[in-house]
């Protein structure tokens, strides 16, 4: 098996660093709008064979060093009972947005297995199917930013409705972030059981608190999954727009902090210390550019780059990305030795 990323995430340092990209299983490949375009997303999701199929194409087009299960990390909250739908152009959109401890009581502890068994069954596919070529990483949301969305019922801008709510009722938002936690426990679970090799907990909206307000309401519940599953797999802690959380950041027992492109990496290897892997964190806007600049920017990175690192993005790879700016970043990793 090629297993750079498993030791990258056990701390060591390998002579070719592994890279996989966020959103690898998505819309810039034809492949994937091919198989996209008879199926709605949360279709794709529930299909195990279709999830599965998408799931291994990055694997096959670009040569990535890990999959990532094709899913979404709100799948836990539809089956916790709010009701979700994907529009086009808008994204994930909840009818009923849960926004007081009274709405919290609409919420229900759903039966995992039952509900989310289809993610498993698309684990277990990909692991068959790719007898150990590269492991699998299974993923979920942060309560913080699972919440984001269930409270805003969708993307938002102002997180008025979440950040308000956090202001007049902290310990009702914490209710809800507890309970989220508690699916997400047994969701990740299921992944770990089902196969999968490590785990990423995203945290798209931890940047909009200050470290002291990210200790006091996001830390809690985040750390109650990281408690729930230590020592079973490697665990990927990435958040977005966290520069000044990176400290705090050392505080969860992950083995792989992730960030975004705004700090460079030698400075997050400065500011954490030698305890943890690093993942990241070239801009996802630069595989807009010439294949030289990509070439460039992916050499400085792995070059610049001290100690365990998992060579990725910052973020997802946008939609609008050439396939074959996508492979040339993969490729320039591939021959670039440390
Ligand atoms: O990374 C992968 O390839 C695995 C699959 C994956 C998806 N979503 C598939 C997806 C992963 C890891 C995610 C995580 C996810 N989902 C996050 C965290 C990462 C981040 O981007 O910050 C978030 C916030 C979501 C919620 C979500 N799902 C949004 C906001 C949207 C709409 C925005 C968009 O990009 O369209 C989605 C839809 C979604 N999830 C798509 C994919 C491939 C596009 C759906 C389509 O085919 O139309």
Avoid at 239 to 260: C, F, K, R, W, Y
Wanted: hydrophobic share 40%; net charge negative; proline share 6%.
């Amino acid at each position: 098996m090629n297993d750079l990323f498993l030791r990258a995430c056990r701390g060591e340092t390998t002579t070719r660093k592994p890279v996989w990209i966020m959103r690898q299983a998505g819309r810039y490949l034809p492949e994937y709008r091919r198989v996209r375009s008879g199926h709605t997303f949360l279709e794709m999701c529930k299909t195990p064979e279709l999830a599965a199929e998408v799931t291994l194409q990055p694997v096959d087009i670009l040569g990535v060093d890990a999959a990532i299960q094709f899913a979404d990390i709100l799948l836990p909250l539809e089956a916790m009972g709010a009701e979700l739908r994907f529009e086009e152009g808008r994204g994930p959109v909840f009818a009923q947005p849960i926004r007081s401890t009274d709405d919290i009581a609409r919420l229900r502890r759903p039966d995992v297995d039952q509900q989310l068994g289809y993610v498993f069954e698309a684990v277990r596919q990909v692991r068959q199917a790719l007898t150990d070529r590269v492991p699998v990483i299974g993923f979920g949301g942060t309560p913080w930013t699972l919440a984001a969305y269930l409270v805003e019922g969708g993307t938002s801008k102002s997180h008025g409705h979440l950040l308000g709510w956090s202001w007049s009722d902290p310990d009702g938002l914490r209710t809800l972030l507890e309970s989220i936690a508690e699916v997400s426990i047994e969701y990740l679970a299921g992944q770990i059981e089902a196969g999968a090799q490590a785990i990423q907990l995203f945290d798209s909206w931890g940047g909009l608190l200050s470290a002291a307000r990210w200790r006091e309401l996001s830390l809690p519940s985040l750390q109650r999954i990281v408690d729930a599953l230590q020592g079973r797999v490697p665990l990927i802690y990435y958040v977005n727009g966290g520069p000044h959380l990176i400290e705090a950041m050392t505080e969860l027992q992950v083995q792989v902090l992730s960030v975004d492109w705004r700090v460079p990496l030698p400075e997050v290897r400065q500011r954490v210390g030698s305890r943890f892997c690093l993942q990241g964190n070239l801009d996802p806007t630069l595989l807009l550019g010439s294949t030289d600049v990509i070439r460039k920017q992916a050499e400085a990175l792995v070059r610049s780059t001290p100690g365990p690192h998992i060579v990725n993005l910052g973020h997802g790879i946008l939609p609008m990305t050439p396939v074959e700016h996508a492979k040339a970043f993969v490729d320039t990793v591939h021959a670039t030795s440390t």
